[in-house]
T-cell receptor, first 113, second 116 residues
Framework: SAVISQKPSRDICQRGTSLTIQCQVDSQVTMMFWYRQQPGQSLTLIATANQGSEATYESGFVIDKFPISRPNLTFSTLTVSNMSPEDSSIYLC??????????FGPGTRLLVL | AQKVTQAQTEISVVEKEDVTLDCVYETRDTTYYLFWYKQPPSGELVFLIRRNSFDEQNEISGRYSWNFQKSTSSFNFTITASQVVDSAVYFCALSRVTGGGNKLTFGTGTQLKVEL
């Protein structure tokens, strides 16, 4: 398994501002993922962040809105830029090793006013 | 394209009842992984099980059991003698074994409420 921590655990932000969410893993992993869960909804993949390469974004998500960094094999950040109330969600970091299962961090609850 | 359907939006049971959560999936892959996750009110996503498509044996873990039927593309989850602590949203998910970035495709989730 993997121990994953996220910061902050929750935040309330004003529209038009940006928030950076950090994800730290207790051991090296190749694949890290960022998911969004809007209120009462299922999880949707935002992007895949592999160390040493640009993040790969899913349809409907763009780098200008959700820039991602992956400086090493245990850490990643997701920034939610120019926020609007529609960005209010839980943002979850996830990791997966080849041939292993996928584990999730505790999530960051974001409320945009 | 991959798709996971959890037709039951919400289920309410009384404690000690058995309950089955349904999951039906669609994929063109011949090999794939299926998952169940639990999301309690606190919000974290708790891994319950991963099943490879070539392993059709049913699995039991304590009060939890899973019935994988490849012929009907279903991967149902049964909780025996449910408890209040089982109250949560349960997600079924599907991923490719290789390629596609190994991303998970989630169902819409089933809210389980276990009452005294």
């Amino acid at each position: 398994s993997a121990v994953i921590s996220q910061k902050p655990s929750r935040d309330i932000c004003q529209r038009g501002t940006s928030l950076t969410i950090q994800c730290q893993v207790d051991s090296q992993v190749t694949m890290m993922f960022w998911y969004r869960q809007q209120p009462g909804q299922s999880l949707t993949l935002i992007a895949t962040a592999n160390q040493g390469s640009e993040a790969t974004y899913e349809s409907g998500f763009v780098i200008d809105k959700f820039p991602i960094s992956r400086p090493n094999l245990t850490f990643s950040t997701l920034t939610v830029s120019n926020m609007s109330p529609e960005d209010s969600s839980i943002y979850l970091c996830s990791v997966r090793r080849p041939q292993e299962t996928q584990y999730f961090g505790p999530g960051t609850r974001l409320l945009v006013l | 394209a991959q798709k996971v359907t959890q037709a039951q939006t919400e289920i309410s049971v009384v404690e000690k009842e058995d309950v089955t959560l349904d999951c039906v999936y669609e994929t063109r892959d011949t090999t794939y992984y299926l998952f169940w996750y639990k999301q309690p009110p606190s919000g974290e996503l708790v891994f319950l099980i991963r099943r490879n498509s070539f392993d059709e044996q049913n699995e039991i873990s304590g009060r939890y059991s899973w019935n994988f039927q490849k012929s009907t593309s279903s991967f149902n989850f049964t909780i025996t003698a449910s408890q209040v602590v089982d109250s949560a949203v349960y997600f079924c998910a599907l991923s490719r074994v290789t390629g596609g970035g190994n991303k998970l495709t989630f169902g819409t989730g089933t809210q389980l409420k276990v009452e005294l």
